[in-house]
């Protein structure tokens, strides 16, 4: 699907990971490239037990950090269309873990008139696909470098895609296709989104990590 502008309008943007689906994309992502010969079985070990802590307490940046970096070193050199392939067994996995009642709220901002897009740190085309499956009129990820050879450089086309790079990665597009951040709204369960959700006029918290839901109290935004 086409990627639309808003019209000068405001628009709604949602984190991924604990906000549209229950869990994490990266693991669901990292299961697949571990079928595929891509990631041994103990870097897998690792992140499943990165994720189950994600999943119980939130994430950090240092963590993150950590994950981005072991990431970089996995997949460099890897061809980009063996990655392209490997979408719709991702897609597959990622699909049964959306949550209905998110599903719900983008289909009330569409109807009210405002674009919806997802923002996550997640790859750029597999979020720009999750979308158009979903019925969004598009995606903000994380852009990785392909050389001239065709493979993953393991470095990045632009922002990273967390925490200030969210807000960067948001305000670029925004700029391009005419959306008002101050008249937007954005959906996140971490605070590690603090940036992005004070960038636009609406904030909601989705699922929120301990951190985030003090924010939350204090500043009145809505909580889901």
Same mark, same amino acid.
């Given at each position: ?6 019209? !000068? ?32 079985? !103990? ?10 802590? $994600? ?43 959306? $949550? ?9 901002? +569409?109807? +009210?008139?405002?674009? #919806? ?11 720009? #696909? ?10 903000? !990820? ?9 493979? $993953? #450089? ?71």
């Amino acid at each position: 699907m086409a990627e639309q502008s808003s019209e !000068g309008n405001g628009a709604a943007f949602f984190d991924l990971d604990k906000t549209l689906m229950a869990g994490s994309s990266g693991m669901v992502f990292a299961r697949v490239a571990n079928r595929r010969g891509f990631v041994p079985r !103990g870097q897998l070990a690792r992140w499943g037990w990165d994720h189950l802590r $994600y999943r119980l307490r939130g994430s950090s940046d240092e963590q993150t950090n950590a994950v981005l970096e072991v990431a970089k070193r996995v997949f460099a050199e890897i061809p980009e269309r063996d990655v392209e392939r490997m979408a719709p067994e991702v897609l597959a996995g990622i699909l049964p873990r959306i $949550y209905p009642q998110m599903l719900d709220e983008v289909h009330r901002h +569409q109807d +009210q008139g405002r674009a #919806t897009f997802i923002v996550s740190a997640a790859g750029n085309d597999l979020v720009k #696909t999750l979308a158009a499956v979903l019925g969004m009129e598009g995606g903000i !990820g994380t852009r990785w470098a392909v050389g001239g050879d065709g493979k $993953y #450089t393991g470095e990045m086309d632009g922002p990273f895609v967390y925490g200030n790079g969210k807000v960067e990665a948001m305000r670029r597009f925004a700029d391009k296709h005419d959306i008002d951040l101050s008249e937007s709204w954005a959906y996140s369960d971490s605070v590690s989104d603090l940036p992005m959700l004070r960038a636009v006029g609406h904030a909601v918290v989705v699922n929120p990590d301990g951190p985030l839901l003090e924010i939350a109290r204090q500043e009145g935004w809505q909580v889901m």
